[in-house]
């Protein structure tokens, strides 16, 4: 039976004078016998006869806390400026919003405050920003109906044919504010994005109706900030129709359309009906024409936002490691930042877009969307047919 707690502390606090004093080999054996008989650990027992009867905790060997209540207090106002994304993504823009919410006066802080968060990991964001997020759980649902009579008149293109697409080559969708019921007339978001660049703009429409489509992608494609050169669309009636193929001729743009049920042959905007759509007007059902001005009024504020400062990351290449799959992304950049790099795009067009991104204040931008976003909600409460959706502002 080993030695009761009271009886070690009186034989540690004995020894302990002594050990000082002892040569190397003494001390050598004194531990073997302390080890044998009281059953401490070697070192445990080195330790408490250099520093006396009472055991004294070892000192945490990490750097400590390296930034502060202040850096802390900073980085959740970009986080919130930046709605709330993973520090992946903002972890190469950081700096860049720094000086821009300090340009703008949204941000006030010391130099050093400024610099640890230009200087901050992705992980190190995360960890930090952890007691601020809230998962908000998403349904998903398809109310996609084929266009037959025109699809043999609208060639396909492949997931695997995107890989050399450049600046100007678009991907359209729709999405369909329903609020989990089909029945009635109710509101669609159409959403075009840039493959090359990732440039995307979003625009509501009263119905699936071809010429309500139509007139948004035309809207859309005037705002764009250069020419389109190809359009590629799913399979649905609200593409695959008269006025499109029409529309696409005589604007000499390329029309292509995905496979039936090949989702990912049109994965780019599938993405950013998630991303874009979604995640800033949820799952309630919104109808008629003033619910459909209101969310336009909205997207005309998001559009901005989203692709001056919005960052997002590009799978650049997949590697088969036996049954995995390991994708490699590029450095987070904004829309904006992708079309200044972008080669095909003409300089005065850059130029136009510099100036207008020098007049732009991201902090304002995100509570305009935030006002028209409660607005929207408000107007939508008593019809919001699924339950759990909640912004969190």
Same mark, same amino acid.
């Given at each position: 039976?080993?030695?009761?707690? #009271?009886?070690?502390?009186?034989i540690?606090?004995?020894?302990?004078?002594?050990?000082?004093?002892m040569?190397?080999?003494?001390?050598?054996?004194?531990?073997?016998?302390?080890?044998a008989?009281?059953?401490?650990?070697?070192n445990?027992?080195a &330790?408490?006869?250099?520093?006396?009867?009472?055991?004294?905790?070892r000192?945490?060997?990490?750097?400590?806390?390296?930034?502060?209540?202040?850096?802390?207090r900073?980085?959740?106002?970009?986080?919130?400026?930046y709605?709330?994304?993973?520090?992946?993504?903002?972890?190469?823009?950081?700096?860049?919003?720094?000086?821009?919410?300090?340009?703008?006066?949204?941000?006030?802080?010391?130099?050093?405050?400024?610099?640890?968060?230009?200087?901050?990991?992705a992980?190190?964001?995360?960890?930090?920003?952890?007691?601020?997020?809230?998962?908000?759980?998403?349904?998903?649902?398809?109310?996609?109906?084929?266009?037959?009579?025109?699809?043999?008149?609208?060639?396909?293109?492949?997931?695997?044919?995107w890989?050399?697409?450049?600046?100007?080559?678009?991907a359209?969708?729709?999405?369909?504010?329903?609020?989990?019921?089909?029945?009635?007339?109710?509101?669609?978001?159409?959403? +075009?994005?840039?493959v090359?660049?990732?440039?995307?703009?979003?625009?509501?429409?009263?119905?699936?109706?071809? +010429?309500?489509?139509?007139?948004?992608?035309?809207?859309?494609?005037? =705002?764009?900030?250069?020419?389109?050169?190809?359009?590629?669309?799913?399979?649905?009636?609200e593409?695959?129709?008269?006025?499109?193929?029409?529309?696409?001729?005589?604007?000499?743009?390329?029309?292509? &359309?995905?496979?039936?049920?090949?989702?990912?042959?049109?994965?780019?905007?599938?993405?950013?009906?998630?991303?874009?759509?979604?995640?800033?007007?949820?799952?309630?059902?919104?109808?008629?024409?003033?619910?459909?001005?209101?969310?336009?009024?909205?997207?005309?504020?998001?559009?901005?936002? +989203?692709?001056?400062?919005?960052?997002?990351?590009?799978c650049?290449?997949?590697?088969?490691?036996?049954? #995995?799959?390991?994708?490699?992304?590029?450095?987070?950049?904004?829309?904006?930042?992708?079309?200044?790099?972008?080669?095909?795009?003409?300089?005065?067009?850059?130029?136009?877009? &510099?100036?207008?991104?020098?007049?732009?204040?991201?902090?304002?931008?995100?509570?305009?969307?935030?006002?028209?976003?409660?607005?929207?909600?408000?107007?939508?409460? #008593?019809?919001?047919?699924?339950?759990?959706? =909640?912004?969190?502002?």
């Amino acid at each position: 039976m080993g030695i009761a707690i #009271k009886e070690r502390r009186v034989i540690v606090k004995e020894l302990h004078g002594k050990y000082a004093r002892m040569t190397k080999t003494q001390k050598r054996n004194l531990l073997d016998q302390i080890v044998a008989v009281q059953g401490y650990n070697r070192n445990y027992a080195a &330790r408490l006869l250099r520093g006396g009867h009472r055991a004294r905790r070892r000192a945490r060997t990490g750097q400590g806390q390296r930034y502060g209540a202040a850096v802390h207090r900073a980085l959740v106002v970009v986080w919130r400026i930046y709605d709330g994304i993973c520090g992946k993504r903002m972890a190469p823009q950081m700096s860049e919003m720094v000086r821009t919410l300090m340009r703008c006066g949204e941000l006030t802080c010391a130099p050093l405050v400024a610099m640890q968060l230009s200087h901050m990991s992705a992980a190190t964001i995360d960890r930090l920003l952890k007691p601020e997020r809230k998962a908000m759980a998403q349904l998903c649902r398809s109310r996609t109906r084929p266009g037959l009579l025109l699809k043999h008149q609208v060639p396909t293109r492949t997931y695997d044919q995107w890989r050399e697409a450049g600046a100007g080559e678009v991907a359209v969708d729709c999405v369909g504010h329903d609020g989990g019921s089909t029945r009635g007339e109710y509101n669609q978001t159409v959403t +075009v994005t840039d493959v090359a660049t990732t440039w995307t703009m979003i625009r509501a429409v009263r119905n699936k109706a071809q +010429v309500w489509v139509k007139a948004a992608l035309g809207r859309m494609r005037s =705002q764009f900030p250069f020419p389109w050169r190809s359009m590629h669309s799913d399979s649905g009636a609200e593409f695959i129709n008269a006025h499109l193929l029409r529309y696409t001729r005589a604007t000499g743009i390329g029309f292509t &359309r995905s496979r039936a049920n090949k989702k990912n042959d049109n994965a780019y905007v599938e993405q950013k009906n998630n991303s874009v759509a979604r995640r800033y007007v949820g799952y309630s059902r919104y109808t008629g024409d003033a619910d459909c001005a209101l969310l336009n009024q909205l997207y005309e504020v998001l559009n901005v936002y +989203v692709n001056f400062f919005l960052p997002s990351m590009k799978c650049i290449a997949k590697t088969r490691v036996g049954g #995995k799959v390991r994708r490699r992304y590029d450095k987070a950049c904004t829309p904006y930042q992708r079309v200044l790099a972008s080669a095909p795009v003409a300089e005065d067009i850059k130029q136009q877009l &510099r100036a207008r991104y020098a007049t732009l204040n991201p902090a304002a931008l995100m509570r305009n969307i935030i006002r028209l976003q409660h607005r929207l909600f408000k107007r939508t409460e #008593k019809n919001n047919v699924l339950a759990g959706y =909640q912004y969190a502002a």
